[in-house]
């Protein structure tokens, strides 16, 4: 079994040139969202939300929204039809800068859990999906 110090993270913190507000906006309304992630979006943006991802030239990604705290935080895991599970975790705060905002983004790649007749197999799977930019 997988423990939580094997699975890989990856983190990108950013400082964005407008409040906290209006970053809100560009990470919870489907065509902001879709503006900024270089695909097709659609987000509800509240737990038990569904989200969608089609990138251009990419497989559909798909998952649940699992938390918000509204103009804080929102996170979701999600995968594609291939089972490439991770989880994303987006935190905002004011910047060092007045009306800025600091922006964390962090992709966890979950395990991928296969049943057998031997009990669970975890396949921990890698994700191209961190590089997403964000724009204000």
Request: charged share 25%; hydrophobic share 40%.
């Amino acid at each position: 079994m997988e423990n939580d110090s094997q699975r890989v993270t990856v983190e990108r913190d950013v400082e964005v040139a407008a409040p906290v507000e209006h970053v809100w906006e560009r990470i919870t309304d489907s065509t902001m969202v879709t503006e900024w992630m270089g695909g097709e979006v659609d987000i509800e943006p509240s737990p038990g939300g569904d989200i969608t991802f089609l990138p251009q030239g990419g497989p559909a990604v798909w998952g649940t929204v699992e938390e918000v705290i509204v103009g804080r935080r929102i996170q979701w895991s999600w995968r594609t039809d291939d089972g490439l599970p991770s989880l994303i975790e987006i935190e905002l705060s004011p910047g060092a800068t007045d009306g800025s905002t600091r922006v964390l983004v962090r992709e966890t790649l979950l395990p991928w859990t296969i049943s057998g007749p031997d009990g669970h197999t975890e396949w921990p799977m890698a994700s191209a999906r961190t590089n997403v930019q964000l724009a204000a």
